[in-house]
């Protein structure tokens, strides 16, 4: 049709990308699904403690994992699957965890809610630094 607008390939593909998410999200919303939690279940190196500066956080997207280090140089790791709604987080702005499904945000270094609609904080895993690699989940 003349003068309507053609969706480019990555509307497309976000789109597609996100049909199963949206529809995982409707079942956990309406208290009917518990939502297959994609957090680590062995532990799983994540990379060079040295990319983590004092103060700060790091989101690890595809392992769906937060860590953060303290002024003190303390490590803290979080599952970074939404408790509202079980969707994968996927922006970390400062330290602070923006959910893409419905807005809810957290704080990187306790894991606590900082926007609702989540009431739940984040999972904590165990994290270590080995070797002066980043390690995190069970048996950490």
Known sequence: MPGR???SRRTVLR????APVAGLGLTACSGGGSGASATPTAPVDLGAESEIAKGSAKLYRDQNVVV???ANGTLKAYSTICTHAQCPIDKLDGTTLICPCHSSQFDATTGKVLQSPA????????VTAENGRIVAGPGA
């Open 68 to 70: 953060s280090r303290a």
């Open 15 to 18: 789109g597609a990308a996100l």
């Open 119 to 126: 009431t739940e904080p984040l999972q904590e895993l165990k």
């Open 5 to 7: 607008p053609v969706p």
